[in-house]
Each structure stands twice: as C-alpha cells, then as structure tokens.
C-alpha cells in the first residue's frame, strides 16, 4: 500500500509538472493529500469487485492496477491512452479491471453504480459495487435517488464519500446543511461509518466492515471518510477560500509519511526500503512520462471513431474506419 | 383464392400492443434483457405498453422503479456495464428531461469516451408527441433534443409492424436508443403483425407510397397525416411520395437525397416546433448536396414555436392535411 500511495502523489506530481507545461490540456483535478482513501479502501476489497469515480480519478485507477503508462498518455491524449485518448484525465476507465471510470458530471455516477450492483444482485454474481464522490455532490438531487434505489433494493454497494471539506471553493457550511454527509444517509436507513481519510488503515477497516456487510446481503453501506486536498481544486484553482496556514496544518497529516512511520515502527520494512520504493517508482514515472510523450496523436481522421457500434454516420470521419479513405474533418466529429 | 396465407401473420394489433409483443419476444430472446420503468409491472404502465410482462417474466425482469427518472436511466446505465441490456420506459415525453443528463453526459458517449472498449446495449421507450388532449410536458416532441447528440440513436415507428420490427432491432443494435412512441396513434386501429417480429435494418427511411412530383417527409404520427395529404394531392393530379424517416439520428441520407433527386420537391412535416426542428436538417442537408437538382425551396410544415398549448388550441398547433396542402402548392407553383 506505501507503494500505491507513492505511486499516485508521484504520478500526480508529474501530471502537474506537464500540464503546467502545457503537455496536458483540459483540466487536471489532482487527488494529493487524499491518498490514503483511494489506497485504503481498494485494498480492502476484491479485484473484481467494482469502481466508479468522480473526475478526480487517477488514483483509482493507479490503485486498480490500470498500467501507468497508459494512464499518462491518456493525460497527454494520445492514442496508447487507456482510452485511446478519448477520455482524458476526467474520464479514465478499463472495463477489463472492473474500473468503470471517472465521471465529470459531479455525483452523476451515483446511481449509475446502483444499478450495477443491481445487476450484481439479479445475477448473483458476488461481487460489490464502490461508487466513489465527494462532499459537494450530496447537494446534487442525483446523489438521493442512487441513494434511495440502494436501500430500496437492498444493494450492494459501497458509498464512499471523501469530505475533504470543500466543494471546488465553496466550503461545508457554505454548500450543506449538515457537516458530516453521513447524516444524510440515516435518512435512506443505511449504515454508516466515518474514517480518517488521512489515515490508509482507519479506511481501510472501515471499507472492509463495509464490503462485508454488503455481501452478506445486507444491503448498502455508506462510508464517510475525512479527508483534505493540498493541492488546489484543479490546476487553475487560485485558492481565495482557504487560508494557507490550513493547509500547512493538514499537511502534517500526509497520509505517506504517516504511514511510511507506521511502517518503520511495525517492522514492516525498513526505511531503507521505504527510500527504495520512492526511487523505483520515480523512476517508473519518468517512464511513465517519456512513454507518454512520445505517444502518437490520435489519427485526425478517427477522431470521430466508436461513437457507434458501427461507423454509421456519413458525416462522421468514422466513415473512414476500414476503408482508409480520408474523409475531411467536418463539424459532426464532435472535435 | 389460394390458401397460401401471409406467413405468420396471426394477430391484427394495434401500435402499443405491438410494443408490448415486441418487449416480451425480446424477453424471451435475450436473457440479458429486462425492463424497469414506472408502475411498468403489474399495472402494465400508464399506456399498459408491458401489460402481462411482469406476469411472464417475473418481478426481477420486469420491474417498477422509484420516481427519479435520472436515477434509473443512471441505474440503466449501470446494468449495462453489467452485462446486462435494460429497456427502460419513460411514462411522459417531458419526463425524460430529469434523465436527459444522463443520455446526453454519459449514455450517448460511453463508447467514444472509453476508446470503443464498452458500448451500451440500452433502449429509452418514451411515448411522445401531441394530438391526446394532454397537457403541455405531456404533448411534447422532443427528437432533436436527442437528435442531437452524437452517440444516441433516435428512432420513431408510425404502425405496428414498424414500432414491433424498429423496437426489436434497437434493442439488437449495440448502441443506445431513445426509442420515442408517437402515443397520439397507439390505438389507431389494429393491422396485422406477424407472430415474431424480425429485424429490420435501422437507419434506413420507407417510402409508405411512391411518387414522382413531390415527397413528404414525415415520422411518427406525421406519416398518417402525410398520406391522407397524398391522397388529397393525388386527387389533385399530384404524385406525392411519402417517406417515413424512421431514424431521425442518424438520418438516411441516401433516401432523402434520392427524393430530391427523383421528384425534385421535399417538404418536411414535423410536429415539434420549427426552430431547429428536424426540418431544418432536411433543409439543410438538400442544401448542400442537391441544390442544383430542387425544382422548389424545401418548406416546412411544423408545430409552432411555443409550448405544447392546452386542448382547445391544439387543432392549430399541430400540422394539418390543410396545412400540409396549401405547401404543397406553394412548392408546385414555385
Ligand atoms: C453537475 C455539475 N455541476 C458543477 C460542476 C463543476 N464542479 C466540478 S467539481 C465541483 C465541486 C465538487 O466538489 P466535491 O463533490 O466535494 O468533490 P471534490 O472536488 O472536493 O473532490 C464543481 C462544482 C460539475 N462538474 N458538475
Ligand atoms: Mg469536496
């Protein structure tokens, strides 16, 4: 786990330098300081069991073993992108990996991972369904119906909430009436349980007393788990709203070293290898990087590939898949 | 008269009853499949379009969902990720608006944004369109808000046959469908429909009548009325050919263009209002490809710019086989 929580602040850390260099366009949401929740809870459940994410996604993705070379490139929006950079940071995904993506549309995945635990139910397939937001999204109306379909079907699914305290600028008080989201799920019957998110073992418990409730049938379980971003909301974020001494405040709370500690102090490994798994996965990263880079572009003339099943639009530069023929860029490639 | 009867063709139906004949045989084809929606189970739904199904299929294929249309088109979304090919039911046109996030955010881009690695095996039944006496949110036509987004198929029947062969082919297509029901015309009389509904090709128009002077482009409930304006214009001395559109997203251009070419006039009934109706698609598309070959500027008879209006004014806000005459001549005067 010291590993993956390495490997996603690294990787992030990257991200940054290249988008700050503009290698990387759009938006980038970074995940640094929330770690641990990420980390946490996927370790303690099962490979197949299932993920679904807000836009600030990569360390899940880092965490479900989706190769971080690909991940990058789909950053850079190249054509060896997870998602053939299609998707872009908001919207990683491996269907292969049971990780069913990153969604920009803020709580709108909520009911999309109810259903399919729905569907792990009606199929009996044993498996469990994590759904992943932040607090801002409980204010969305999304969040209660995914929420209430849950309890009404008895589900299996997780949901996980990070409180880190802000919804982009807007703070607790400013975007809810209650300050601990769980609160909300009393309404709708369900479990809770809150973790410190800064903390991969507190989160770690907690989803493994949730995935085991849900697979012993008994419905949904909602997880709050406190937590803090250092970075801004996204690499544009000016951060009026906060004062920089929080943030100094919480960031000595890092969830890496304070589990790097832990670590030490429970004989786990030696510093030593502590600083070991820091150079091999810098190392990985600077892979990661070059990999990236000199990934091709996508071919302008599929651009408008996979829009459906199959290329059907005429308009669409689809139309030249297979045949080879180049087809000029029309405004109904959706560039 | 031999015996030889049309194969298969057992039953007369009418549009909505078709509809549910062809939701049971996909229940029955497709194990994956299963239908949610609101009060679509025992009750059979507002317009009774899955009546028996639950009773057939059980309660965990064929079930009610809370009131949250953007919840359980989300849940859809879900189940599709599961393997899993849901059809969900919309009891309103205007009901679909809470869901249209979900369509338009995820469901119409799900392939495209994963590199083509998943695909959505998902159909949206939503009755729609005026000519019932309901209220506005209840008359709506809404086709070119989805029409518009690239990734959904939008596909509109106009008889039994259709509504039962169109239906059971978007549910085999592998892309999301709005499947969108012209309700005015659910219970416009019963034609024979055969005992399994086999697939048709689904982006392709019909010509429901041949003709050389003009053609009427029509879908839904537009087509009934665009054959009665035919046979007006028949007697008239007009050859008016009607082509039924049937996907609106994506549309057959080969059809609309080979209209132009063939009777050199096209004109475009559409109940849903003007501005950036279908219509203006039409237009524009023979614009760019045929101008050369139009003996007419391609007109439009449309509903107006305005909500649905309640009952008493709904006669002038709808097309009318006047209406669709008096553009007609203005087209053969040109
Ligand atoms: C429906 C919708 N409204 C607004 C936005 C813009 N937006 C993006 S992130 C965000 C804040 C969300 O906060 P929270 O759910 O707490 O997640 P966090 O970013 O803190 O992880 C907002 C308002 C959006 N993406 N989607
Ligand atoms: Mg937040």
Sequence with gaps: ?335 | MSEVTAPQATQELNLVEAVDRALGQILEDDPQALLLGEDIGANGGVFRATAGLEARFGPDRVFDTPLGEAGFVGAALGLCLAGLHPVVEIQFDAFSYPAFEQLVSHVGRFRWRTGGHYGLRLVVRVPYGGGTRAPELHSDSPETLFGHVPGLRVVVPSDPVSAGRLLVSAQGCGDPVVFLEPKRIYRRGRSPVPERFGPTELDRAAVVRDGDDLTLVAYGAMVELALAAATRLEAAGCSARVLDLRSLYPLDRESLLAAAEETGRVLVVHEAPRHCGLGAEVAALLQEEVADRLLAPTLRVTGMNMPFPLFQNEDDALPSVERVLAAAQVMLDY
Aim: charged residues 25%; negative net charge.
């Design chain 1, 1 to 335: 786990m010291y590993r993956q929580l390495v490997l996603i602040r690294r990787f992030e850390e990257h991200a940054a330098e290249a988008y700050a260099q503009a290698k990387i366009g759009g938006f980038l949401h970074l995940y640094i300081g929330e770690e641990a929740v990420a980390v946490g809870a996927i370790n303690a459940v099962r490979e197949t069991d299932h993920l679904l994410t807000h836009y600030r996604d990569h360390g899940y993705a880092l965490v479900r073993g989706c190769d971080p070379k690909a991940c990058m490139a789909e950053l850079f929006g190249r054509e060896d992108g997870l998602c053939h950079g299609r998707g872009g940071s908001m919207h990683l995904a491996e269907a292969a990996r049971h990780f069913w993506g990153g969604y920009a549309i803020v709580g709108s995945h909520i009911p999309i991972g109810a259903g399919m635990a729905y569907a792990m139910q009606y199929q009996e397939r044993d498996e469990v369904v994590l759904d992943f937001f932040g607090d801002g999204a409980t204010g969305n109306g999304i969040f209660h119906e995914g929420l209430s379909m849950a309890a009404l079907w008895n589900l299996p699914v997780i949901f996980i909430c990070e409180n880190n305290l802000y919804g982009m600028g807007a703070t607790l008080a400013e975007e809810s009436p209650v300050s601990e989201m769980r609160i909300k799920a009393e309404g709708y019957t369900m479990p809770s349980i809150q973790c410190d998110g800064m903390d991969v073992l507190s989160v770690y418990e907690a989803l493994g007393k949730a995935a085991e409730h849900c697979r012993s049938g008994k419905g949904p379980y909602f997880v709050e788990a406190m937590t803090y971003r250092f970075r801004g909301h996204s690499m544009a974020d000016p951060e009026l709203y906060r004062d920089k001494s929080e943030v100094q405040r919480w960031r000595v709370r890092d969830p890496i070293p304070s589990f790097g500690d832990w670590c030490v102090e429970h004989g786990v490994c030696s510093s030593q290898e502590l600083a070991q798994i820091n150079e091999e996965v810098e190392g990985e990263m600077l892979e990661a990087v070059a990999f990236a880079e000199q990934s091709p572009w996508p071919d302008p003339a599929e651009v408008g590939r996979w829009i459906y099943a199959k290329p059907i639009d005429p308009e669409s530069p689809a139309r030249s898949e297979g045949a080879g023929a180049a087809v000029p860029l029309t405004s109904d490639a959706g560039v």
